[in-house]
């Protein structure tokens, strides 16, 4: 009786530390509605999180790939300003498996203090301080 309480312990800690990307993608999500103007960019990565996930299959037997968190990071000068944008994965456009701008949410980030978040708000500021992107 012992050795199967152990293995169900062993059994849930293995599938609690398996991620799909649905789960990555709603983690993400929450976390954003924890931010806050004025945060510094530790607290930011602190709440959304820096860990490169592995992501598996519906049945979670197989890895079908790793996320990193942020997925993406780009800066920009602009006004005196360092701007560094923290790309987090946050919805689903397409079913391809392949992750694309719509489908990540900007995170803003002007000389390490949160400034906002989203795509109206970074688009905005890519306007009004005229910064280049590639």
Same mark, same amino acid.
């Given at each position: ?18 991620? +799909?990307? @649905? ?16 945060? +510094? ?39 005196? +300003? ?8 946050? @919805? ?43």
């Amino acid at each position: 009786m012992k050795n199967i309480g152990l293995i169900l312990v062993l059994i849930t800690l293995v599938f609690s530390s398996c991620k +799909s990307l @649905d789960d990555v993608r709603t983690k993400n999500r929450e976390n954003l509605i924890h931010l806050e103007q004025g945060m +510094s960019k530790q607290e930011v990565l602190d709440l959304m999180g820096t860990e490169t996930q592995k992501t598996y299959a519906g049945d979670f037997t197989m890895p079908t790939g790793k996320i990193n968190n942020p997925y993406r990071v780009e800066m920009y000068n602009a006004d005196s +300003s360092t701007f560094e944008i923290l790309f987090y994965y946050t @919805d689903v456009k397409s079913t391809d498996d392949a992750i694309t701008d719509d489908e990540l949410t900007p995170i803003v980030l002007r000389d390490n203090s949160l400034v906002g978040f989203g795509w109206s708000f970074w688009e905005g500021q890519i306007q009004k301080y005229e910064i280049r992107v590639r």
